[in-house]
């Protein structure tokens, strides 16, 4: 009897205990599950903002932002807007470093071997491998297109790699003609991670010692004639581009007199440096000045304010026009036809935009974009935070649970 006693006495103790940890993990796993699906609305709240970004802002301008009243870093600040460009313009500048170091390497082997082909052009890659897809699906793929691209794409393996599916397994999924798969992919080649690490280690090195921050003003100068546009040797609409941003002032004689002047002055300093340092032009001027230094100073100026104005009408006309002419010569010196080489009106007004105190880039920046796109960039914004609580109470034990969510996604930080 005893016995039996002491069991009843022993359940009679353990089961309210197993009890209590039953209703304690069962509260728990449904604050736990609470949790999660908070959370999970927390994400699906902040990617539906994001995904509202203005589309023609970011297709025409590469500016990545939302409108919204809560949102966090106005692309309306200075620093906002300029680290949104620089981010793009990192990108781009990578992209033409690489274009123009295989560039070089094509005209090597042009000129020495009479291979005429481009070894690197990753639009045009992403370009055919979408054909290729496409063809593959339908079943239209020849077997010369096949290899002709992957030999292509090997080729260009040491700068580009293919994300989504390796470059090995689109080629076996393309042999066996296996359309479920390919339609279930969305590959795309993006510059390889080796390339982007060297060329971020090389950029801080050189910032770090960019004191005038040159590379910072030229990549400015790039944004605003890559993406704004210019119009002075476009037929375009009136509307506010990069001469803006150089002038402030609107379409109009006022603005196209300013910038003229401008560029005489930038074409007048290199011409006149020339008159001393090039030879063949410096032993013109000397034979007409008889050797006096006098002379030759006055009839260098003179000699490099007419040659500007020959260089201002060529490169409003889209003509190039060099930095420094060289073996060439001067037009008014014997000079005929165009030259083999130069700097064409865009190149020119970089030069002249990157001259710009970023005050004043900016502020006229912010008033193009508005003015184009008819929009406040006070309202559009890079990142956003959004914060919830979450309040739990017991259904079996009588407690309660108070917790902060907060998340946040960025594009451009906001400073602190």
Avoid at 142 to 147: A, G, N, P, Q, T
Avoid at 175 to 188: Q, S
Avoid at 227 to 241: H, Q
Wanted: aromatic share 12%; with cysteine; proline share 3%.
């Amino acid at each position: 009897m005893r016995d039996k006693g002491s069991i009843s006495v022993f359940f009679s103790i353990i089961i309210p205990l197993v009890l209590v940890v039953l209703m304690i993990v069962t509260e728990l796993s449904y604050y736990h599950f609470l949790l999660q699906r908070e959370l999970s609305g927390l994400y699906l709240d902040l990617d539906n903002s994001l995904s509202g970004f203005h589309r023609q802002l970011f297709n025409e301008l590469g500016l990545l932002a939302f409108e919204g009243a809560e949102g966090e870093a106005p692309l309306s600040e200075k620093k906002v807007l300029e680290e949104s460009i620089m981010l793009l313009m990192e990108e781009a500048q990578l992209r033409d470093g690489i274009y123009l170091a295989e560039n070089l390497a094509s005209e090597f082997l042009q000129s020495k071997l009479g291979l005429d082909f481009s070894l690197f052009d990753l639009g045009e890659l992403n370009r055919e491998l979408s054909e290729i897809i496409a063809k593959a699906k339908e079943g239209k793929l020849s077997e010369k297109v096949r290899l002709e691209f992957f030999a292509k794409a090997l080729a260009m393996s040491p700068y580009v790699h293919l994300q989504g599916i390796g470059l090995n397994q689109l080629q076996r999924l393309i042999e066996e003609g296996n359309v479920e798969a390919l339609k279930e992919i969305n590959p795309i080649f993006v510059i390889s991670e080796d390339i982007r690490d060297n060329y971020k280690i090389w950029r801080e090195a050189v910032t770090k010692y960019d004191v005038l921050n040159i590379l910072g003003s030229y990549s400015l100068a790039d944004y605003s004639v890559d993406y704004l546009g210019y119009s002075m040797t476009k037929k375009e609409d009136k509307d506010l581009r990069s001469e803006y941003i150089l002038t402030g002032l609107e379409p109009g004689a006022l603005q196209t007199s300013l910038v003229k002047t401008e560029l005489y002055g930038v074409r007048l300093a290199f011409n006149l440096i020339e008159c001393f340092f090039n030879p063949k032009v410096r032993a013109k001027i000397s034979s007409l000045s008889g050797e006096d230094p006098r002379l030759f100073l006055l009839f260098s100026l003179g000699q490099a304010a007419m040659e500007t104005g020959v260089d201002l009408v060529r490169i409003l006309d889209r003509e190039k026009v060099p930095l420094y002419k060289g073996m060439e010569g001067f037009t008014t010196l014997g000079k005929k036809g165009k030259y083999s080489e130069g700097w064409s009106y865009p190149s020119y007004l970089k030069i002249l935009l990157g001259l710009t105190p970023k005050s004043l880039y900016f502020s006229r920046l912010v008033e193009a974009i508005e003015h184009n796109y008819e929009i406040s960039l006070d309202r559009f914004y890079t990142g956003l935070t959004i914060e919830k609580e979450l309040k739990f109470k017991g259904r079996f034990i009588p407690f309660e649970l108070e917790k902060h969510l907060e998340g946040g996604l960025y594009y451009v930080k906001p400073e602190g």
